[in-house]
């Protein structure tokens, strides 16, 4: 039977690959700390359920295929604080961002195209181009300049006659790197230069640390009708089971567009949209406390880490990730490993390999992403185990190359 | 800036791109009754709400990528009784049919690939393969004909190197047409001989009359391997709006890569999936009873077009559509000017033109989907309507074409 190419060439999703051998594991009794998903532990607020307990109609009904009015129109408000001049109709709620970026994939290239995204990046976009047939071009950023954007000519080296795009989230999954507003204008100028469109997805916009101010990219009203921002509520309201997202333009063309493949498939989930309704009232304080609870992990994520030999890493500015340089040859191994063979008092730690999330096969092998999602007891212990990990490792290494000879 | 192809050759929802007129309609105060879209006025039962109040976890998280693994149990039960026999992990819990069959598509062909499909069909089929790049090459039934299945031979005629599929829904929404197992078989045999998949849209399985009896083409264990079935609760449970489809296949390498998919996009929404296995736990005599009132509604629909002057169409089997041949030259138009220039009493209604469940631009241009998705007065009320529209729009067109004489 024949199975394309395009679902060939796709890697199983690198961060949920390697759960069968956390479950062998957890069937072995072993506890493990999982920093490798953005799962976070905070409970949703209960606003949420509430809204959807009270949700007065007798038929779960399809929702208008661009996600119900007052949902929209609650997301202008909020973007409003920002700056950011929406109206409901420039608003389409997706399920998720992960349906929000291959909607617009879909909508702006054809099979063939190419997209340049800042590298590394969110693993998955390569799951969403590849379906659509879409080339991601990496423009690469590294452990070593903590991951900062790259220079407009690295971008230009990669333009072809078959760039339509330059995606980048901000902050950055997986980085926890977070663009200046100066470092996002250069890139504008860069795609109106070159007549490009602009994804950008926000979906950790709030999750800055140290004083930064969240903005939107489409706060640039200059350039806004190349922007597509992407958003979901999944991190912000800790609902990822919600997969509320949306996509905002002031592009009509876009729009347009790519209202045509939201009517295709209907409408997204209409419960989920009525609890987001309730989450949306919530206001700035609620945003500003779970902040200061990434704040406060981060803090800590970066003050163990720190006590860990032979780690390299800068301190994350936002998200709530960091990317790590691991001192072993192919941290994949090495985080398997620590399922199948390591635990210390029965307990285990797993991190993300981070060469899922590069283009190229063989970049970011040393590297990890440690999602900070746990509470602060678990985070703590979570790193003594990858330090206490990381020196037995290096010794078994080191016997089996003596042995090797 | 640049709008892909493939979306610009992709048309506007045909079923929803009237909406504005019927829009405009009620603004001017008529009322309309919608017999365009599959949206029943059935209630969800309400254990599918008990269940989501009784969720009893705090945090919306992510499901299994693959949907709750309690929910897919319940399914292999449900399909039990049509001696179905699945396991869990043969099933994939999609956002709604449509993210099942865009999963599947992306699948089995890569961008110029064709799929085979009986037209007319269900008209977001496009809307898929479109985002995909795969060409659905039609295999043509006619309301002369009943809308029954095509022979052997016209499939054999359009089957080229490049064909992958061939795609039905059964039974059939447009047109209301059941395939017997005779005919799921000879279907079954072209497929294995061509070496083709099976793409079998069950949507409707329950939803026949007359004493037929409903079947799912997974029952026929010999083909097993090249069959990939797909469903949804949206129409069995009148809960369209909760989005909770799947596909179900026995080839497990199909599976292996659809899960690359379901992977990438993380999980179908969580709580929708949580009331699904309320409404699993209904039993038969749920179904049975809204089979009787489709059953019962579809005998007043035939009655009461019977009695319109013109109208050609055949007693529909099953589904909760009749496709109609109209006694005008193109009925888009026709269905427009019902909604912007007539009313019977401050009533008008609202049908689907059909052209847009075709492949080919000129085809089906004079018929329309009736969906009996409203209740016996309102069905009987909307035929009337649609009776005297059609004297009073003849006469109107009849005076035109003398003016233009």
Redesign the interface.
């Known amino acids: ?8 060439n ?4 690198p961060i ?1 690959r390697l759960i069968p051998y956390a479950e062998k594991a957890k069937k072995r009794g072993i506890k493990v700390l999982h920093l490798n ?1 953005g ?6 607020p ?1 606003i ?2 509430d809204y ?2 009270n ?1 007065s109609h ?6 208008h ?1 661009a996600g119900i009015v007052e949902l929209r129109e609650k997301f202008c408000e909020f973007y409003n604080y920002y700056d950011v001049n929406l109206s409901s109709d420039e608003i389409v709620i997706t ?2 961002g ?2 929000a970026i ?1 909607m617009s994939l ?6 063939g ?1 190419e997209v340049l995204v800042v590298e590394p990046f969110y693993a ?1 976009y ?3 181009a590849g ?3 879409v080339n991601l071009v990496p423009v690469s950023t590294t452990p070593e300049a903590g991951y900062k954007m790259p220079e407009i000519i690295d971008f230009e080296n990669k333009i072809t006659e078959k760039t ?1 795009a330059i995606l980048f989230s901000n902050p950055c999954n997986p980085t926890g790197a977070v663009y200046s507003k100066n470092e996002i204008e250069r890139i504008l100028k860069l795609a109106k230069k070159y ?1 490009l ?1 602009i994804i950008c997805d926000e979906v950790y916009r709030e999750f800055v640390f140290d004083n930064l101010e969240p903005f939107s990219i489409l706060s640039f009203g200059d350039y806004s ?2 922007i597509i921002m992407i958003d979901s509520i999944s991190k912000r309201y ?6 509320v997202g949306l996509l905002a333009t002031k ?1 009509k ?2 729009h347009r ?5 939201a ?10 949209q009525i ?1 987001t309704i309730g989450l949306l009232s919530l206001g700035r304080e609620y945003i500003n406390n779970i902040k200061k609870e990434y704040q406060y992990r981060r803090d800590i994520v970066y003050e163990e880490l720190n006590k860990v030999d032979g780690l390299y890493f800068k301190k994350p500015k936002g998200a709530f990730y960091v990317s790590v340089l691991l001192p072993v040859d192919d941290s994949e191994k090495f985080v398997k490993w620590l399922l199948t063979d390591f635990n210390v008092n029965g307990y285990t730690t797993m991190v993300a390999p981070l060469s899922g999330f590069y283009v190229a096969k063989d970049s970011g092998k040393r590297e990890v992403r440690v999602a900070y999602v746990l509470d602060d007891e678990k985070i703590k212990l979570a790193s003594s185990i990858l330090a206490k990990g990381l020196i037995e490792y290096d010794k078994l290494t080191k016997e089996e190359k003596l042995i090797n000879v």
Do not use: H
């Open positions: 039977m024949n199975i394309s190419e395009r679902v060939n796709m890697q199983a999703s949920r998903i799962q976070p532990d905070i409970k949703t209960q949420y359920f959807i307990k949700y007798n038929i779960d009904s399809y929702s295929s399920q998720g992960s349906e291959i879909s909508v702006i290239a054809d099979p195209d998955n390569k799951g969403f379906m659509v047939n339509r007549n469109w009708d190349r800790s609902a990822c089971g919600a997969r592009n063309d876009f567009e790519v209202i045509k493949i009517q295709a498939r209907l409408s997204p989930s209409t419960l989920p609890g």
